[in-house]
């Protein structure tokens, strides 16, 4: 099995920092890409930042410049820095890898439990 445990969400003022972790674990042989997505109240699942195996980053237009994705594979943990917060950017806040839990068995998405993120204007 994999699991993803994610920590850092919780209410902060407009304009403030956060900072998301995800540690993955369980059955991993190879980690992909690994990922942020947000979910408001009402709405879909969207896309805020993911980063592939090598570190390359892609955003969503809505937190470029803002939010920094990062990874440290030898801890197999996926970092989501958020700076200069919105009010609109409060969501649940769930991070995603996909693994190869074994040599040869193809890639899976799995997902965090989700961290609840507050921003008061």
């Known amino acids: 099995q994999v699991h993803l445990v994610e920590s850092g969400g919780g209410l902060v003022q407009a304009g403030g920092s956060l900072r998301l972790s995800c540690a993955v674990s369980?059955?991993?042989?190879?980690?992909?890409?690994m990922g942020w997505y947000r979910q408001a109240p009402g709405k879909q699942r969207d896309m805020v930042a993911v980063i592939t195996s090598g570190g390359s980053p892609n955003y969503a237009d809505s937190v470029k410049g803002r939010f920094t994705i990062s990874r440290d594979n030898a801890k197999n943990t996926v970092y989501l820095q958020m700076n200069s917060l919105k009010p609109e950017d409060a969501a649940v806040y769930y991070c995603s890898a996909d693994v190869m839990p074994y040599r040869g068995r193809g890639y899976y998405t799995y997902w965090g439990q989700g961290t609840q993120v507050t921003v008061s204007s």
């Open positions: 369980g059955s991993i042989f190879s980690i992909s890409a």
